[in-house]
């Protein structure tokens, strides 16, 4: 069973800075892709960015310039470095691993979602 444990959110004021991370749990062989999406009150889950085993990444144009997916592939770690953060930058954030490979099986993976407010 794969696990995703997400930490570092919290409240931060606009203009400020978080750094989330994600660790994947398991009897991992390996991942290809880690990323992070957001979901706002109301709205659907949207990527923020994903960085491949190889280190290719993408952004959404609201990420681009301000934030930096980065990944530990000896780790099975990705974090996400959100800077000049914005109150519509406020949502909760989700880990997703896709196409982790284990001993026993292939799948993608979801975290429990950690909680991003940017205050005005």
């Known amino acids: 069973q794969v696990q995703l444990g997400e930490s570092g959110g919290g409240l931060v004021q606009a203009g400020g800075s978080l750094r989330l991370s994600c660790a994947a749990s398991?009897?991992?062989?390996?991942?290809?892709?880690m990323g992070w999406y957001r979901q706002a009150p109301g709205k659907q889950r949207e990527l923020v960015a994903y960085?491949?085993?190889?280190?290719?990444?993408n952004y959404a144009d609201s990420a681009k310039g301000r934030f930096t997916i980065s990944r530990d592939n000896a780790r099975n770690t990705v974090y996400l470095q959100m800077n000049s953060l914005k109150p519509e930058d406020t949502a909760v954030y989700y880990c997703?691993?896709?196409?982790?490979?284990?001993?026993?099986?292939?799948?993608?993976?979801w975290g429990q979602g950690t909680q991003v407010t940017v205050s005005s």
């Open positions: 997703h691993a896709e196409n982790v490979i284990t001993t026993r099986a292939r799948g993608h993976y």
């Open positions: 960085i491949t085993s190889g280190g290719s990444t």
């Open positions: 398991g009897s991992i062989v390996s991942i290809d892709a």
